[in-house]
């Protein structure tokens, strides 16, 4: 199994971005997708889930109304929309799937200047 994050990269405060999961080596479309960040010197948390199908979401308090999870189910991708950025979303934000979870993406970093 793998899962391939990418999207990261450096935006100014206010700006976007949109992470993408691909993932290869599972069915996709029966596993729970969730993108978790760990900042410098934090541990990691959890940041949106989606279930399998896509119907249900949730986010934590902390991206609330900016980040919006996604998945394409046909092209074994998940998203994830970042809007209005701060500087405290700077980390490294990795994809996972399954109910664990069970497998876990390599990272994509993400840097907001203020």
């Known amino acids: 199994v793998q899962l391939q994050a990418s999207g990261g990269g450096l935006v100014q405060a206010g700006g976007s971005l949109r992470l993408s999961c691909t993932a290869s080596g599972l069915i996709f479309s029966m596993y729970r997708m969730a993108w978790f960040r760990q900042a410098p010197g934090k541990e990691r948390e959890s940041v949106a889930s989606i279930s399998a199908s896509g119907v249900r979401t949730s986010y934590a308090d902390s991206v609330k109304g900016r980040v919006t999870i996604s998945r394409d189910n046909a092209k074994n991708t998940a998203y994830l929309q970042m809007n209005s950025l701060k500087p405290d979303d700077t980390a490294v934000y990795y994809c996972?799937?399954?109910?664990?979870?069970?497998?876990w993406g390599q990272g994509t970093l993400v840097t907001v200047s203020s």
């Open positions: 996972a799937a399954g109910t664990s979870p069970a497998y």
